[in-house]
């Protein structure tokens, strides 16, 4: 099988409009959680939220590539030119050469929303207009990138909950081993607005510790009250090493294993066993051992039943030595974004020989005690990283990546 | 609504929402070959109409309309009917 490495990332987030900008919120522990005022209005029980600017595209995209994007494929089209130009990939190369693109999303609430009050209002669905439909589907992201990157190669969207980029992330992986595709654009991308997260606020799933909104997010910690949401996008060029070494791309870190499982129990509520099964495969899958892991990045959104499970998990597996850290603590939870976007925090922390703090870690609960977790930056050298995602239905994705010497 | 005002509030949206040139505006103006205005983009076209005018475009009766005159004549018409 072929090897798989990265060689570009990009991002756009609540800590950070690009990588450097990321690095820096990552090492100083800043928080990009905030108050939305129209979460108030719309009786949320939850106003906290990760703060988002839109990117201002015009001039930046003609009418016709720019009107198509949604919210999130705005923050992906960012994340993914910052990626490219890292790669080396510009508009020549794609040109004459096969690039895909394997993007995870699992909504596009605005539009939608949008397009039926202009139908209910106007009773005239001509009124909705031209880019409502390929802003309102599920595979956005990927329709409109590969459009306006005129890419040839593989082109669809993995919709896993907030395990979705992760999964996508690990699907390159395999069609690059396989030797099906040389180049994968992947990523995650998640709208942050009140209409898509209305129904998830219901189910009293959110902090609602606004006294401090920076304090919200507090995975691991006994004092916890549910996950803040939060959003931007994330972007890797995944390609095989022949392909880099061919190129001269940069190569940031190889990819090395891959885990899934479902649960098979709850929709909504986590188990042991179903994450468990995932990193047990990733580990398998890269031919290591637990004790080959220099860092956890751990999928702990800050909702009790999640962390507690989680601890379990990793306990299991790697008992109390491994550094572990969440670095939702900062971003809240990036949710369908979260897989991707964790894979280049935990790259940059790699790169920089640091584990970012998991801020608000004050005081551990019974199971995050025996973990090894910091609220505290930590100066490490990392060769070896795993990062974990799961999402509604049960979903489990476990990806690892080994620094190339 | 007269003809001059039709064509200063067409023209203006042209340039602002659908960003085609100033120079390139022209009565003899052919909406594909020269504006590069695609089908889809009629359907905006629909809504700015509505927006701006004030009435319901059936597509059926956009099917004629190939260059900028054609559009002005169009709806000064329509603007007339539904006044």
């Known amino acids: 099988m072929k090897r798989v490495v990265i060689t570009g990332m990009g991002v756009y987030s609540t800590i950070g409009k690009n990588i450097e900008e990321v690095n820096d919120s990552l090492y100083n522990g800043v928080s990009g959680i905030g108050i939305d005022a129209k979460r108030i209005d719309d009786g949320?029980?939850?106003?906290?939220?990760?703060?988002?600017?839109?990117?201002?595209?015009?001039?930046?995209?003609?009418?016709?590539?720019?009107?198509?994007?949604?919210?999130?494929?705005?923050?992906?089209?960012?994340?993914?030119?910052?990626?490219?130009?890292?790669?080396?990939?510009?508009?020549?190369?794609?040109?004459?050469?096969?690039?895909?693109?394997l993007y995870g999303n699992d909504s596009s609430a605005v539009p939608v929303i949008n397009a039926i009050d202009i139908v209910r209002a106007k009773k005239d669905t001509t009124l909705v207009g031209s880019g409502s439909i390929f802003q309102s589907m599920n595979s956005s992201i990927t329709m409109n990138l590969s459009v306006i990157l005129k890419l040839t190669g593989v082109n669809f969207t993995i919709s896993g909950a907030c395990a979705s980029s992760s999964h996508a992330i690990g699907m390159a992986m395999i069609l690059i081993q396989q030797g099906l595709q040389d180049i994968i654009i992947c990523g995650g991308g998640q709208e942050v607005n009140a209409e898509s997260m209305g129904s998830f606020d219901g189910l009293s799933a959110f902090s609602t510790n606004t006294a401090d909104p920076t304090k919200a997010s507090r995975p691991f910690d006994r004092d916890r009250d549910g996950l803040v949401p939060?959003?931007?996008?994330?972007?890797?060029?995944?390609?095989?090493?022949?392909?880099?070494?061919?190129?001269?791309?940069?190569?940031?870190?190889?990819?090395?294993?891959?885990?899934?499982?479902?649960?098979?129990?709850?929709?909504?509520?986590?188990?042991?066993?179903?994450?468990?099964?995932?990193?047990?495969?990733?580990?398998?899958?890269?031919?290591?051992?637990?004790?080959?892991?220099?860092?956890v990045n751990a999928h702990a959104t800050s909702t009790i039943v999640g962390d507690t499970n989680e601890a379990q998990a990793l306990y299991n597996i790697f008992g109390s030595k491994t550094p572990i850290n969440s670095t939702k603590s900062m971003t809240g939870h990036e949710m369908w974004m979260c897989g991707a976007s964790e894979i280049i925090y935990s790259i940059l922390m790699m790169q920089n020989s640091y584990i970012a703090p998991t801020i608000n870690f004050e005081n551990p609960d019974e199971h995050s005690a025996k973990l090894n977790i910091s609220g505290n930056r930590i100066e490490k050298n990392i060769d070896t990283f795993l990062s974990n995602s799961f999402g509604f239905g049960g979903t489990n994705s476990t990806l690892i990546v080994k620094k190339v010497k | 609504m007269t003809k001059e005002e039709v064509i200063k509030k067409v023209d203006a949206f042209l340039i602002d929402e659908f960003e085609i040139e100033a120079d390139q505006i022209k009565p003899d103006a052919n909406f594909k070959?020269?504006?590069?205005?695609?089908?889809?983009?009629?359907?905006?076209?629909?809504?700015?109409?509505?927006?701006?005018?004030?009435?319901?475009?059936?597509?059926?009766?956009?099917?004629?309309?190939?260059?900028?005159?054609?559009?002005?004549?169009?709806?000064?018409?329509?603007?007339?009917?539904?006044?």
């Not at chain 1, 705005?74 to 990939?89: D, F, G, K, N, R």
């Not at chain 1, 190129?247 to 990819?255: F, S």
């Not at chain 1, 885990?259 to 099964?277: A, R, T």
């Open chain 1, 44 to 101: 949320f029980r939850s106003p906290l939220t990760g703060i988002i600017e839109r990117p201002i595209l015009k001039g930046v995209l003609p009418r016709r590539m720019r009107i198509g994007l949604p919210e999130q494929g705005e923050y992906a089209y960012v994340a993914t030119m910052e990626a490219l130009e890292m790669a080396q990939l510009d508009e020549e190369f794609r040109l004459k050469n096969e690039v895909g693109i």
């Open chain 2, 33 to 83: 070959d020269d504006l590069e205005i695609e089908s889809l983009d009629f359907v905006d076209i629909v809504v700015i109409i509505e927006r701006e005018f004030g009435f319901k475009v059936k597509g059926e009766e956009m099917t004629h309309i190939r260059q900028l005159s054609d559009l002005y004549d169009y709806i000064e018409e329509q603007v007339k009917v539904h006044s």
């Open chain 1, 230 to 295: 939060s959003g931007g996008a994330a972007t890797v060029v995944v390609e095989s090493y022949e392909s880099a070494i061919k190129r001269g791309a940069p190569i940031l870190a190889e990819l090395t294993g891959y885990g899934f499982s479902s649960n098979g129990e709850h929709i909504s509520v986590p188990n042991i066993k179903g994450p468990s099964k995932s990193l047990e495969k990733a580990l398998k899958y890269a031919g290591i051992c637990a004790q080959d892991i220099d860092y």
